[in-house]
């Protein structure tokens, strides 16, 4: 059984920075991928990073240069350090993870992915 846990979501003011922390339990693949995904009322979940088993990744436009994504085999934990916050980060995040993947990159579509988190809340005003 698959469990994915989101946590470090909050409330920060636009250009501070926050730490979201995704632990994954139960997850045994050795070829996988997992992302970050990000939906704000009344829009579309959209992805924001990815990251695959062999440490390659792949970020949308509107993040490149403020988000990083990791990942701690060791941990089983997924992070996503979001400095330079802005209003429109505003959303709910998620965490979602892809058993035998095989693609060049990391994907950042809704439809790759068969196991999410619950979400943790991020607001930027």
């Known amino acids: 059984h698959v469990q994915l846990v989101e946590s470090g979501g909050g409330s920060v003011q636009a250009g501070g920075s926050l730490r979201l922390s995704c632990v994954v339990r139960?997850?045994?693949?050795?070829?996988?991928?997992m992302a970050w995904f990000r939906q704000a009322p009344g829009k579309e979940r959209e992805g924001v990073a990815g990251?695959?088993?062999?440490?390659?990744?792949s970020y949308a436009d509107s993040v490149k240069g403020r988000f990083t994504i990791s990942k701690d085999n060791a941990k089983n934990t997924l992070y996503l350090q979001m400095d330079n916050l802005k209003p429109e980060d505003t959303g709910m995040y998620y965490c979602?993870?892809?058993?035998?993947?095989?693609?060049?990159?990391?994907?950042?579509?809704?439809?790759?992915?068969?196991?999410w988190g619950q979400g943790t809340q991020v607001t930027v005003s």
């Open positions: 979602a993870a892809r058993a035998n993947f095989m693609g060049a990159r990391p994907p950042l579509t809704f439809g790759t992915y068969s196991d």
């Open positions: 990251v695959d088993s062999d440490g390659g990744t």
């Open positions: 139960g997850y045994t693949y050795s070829r996988y991928c």
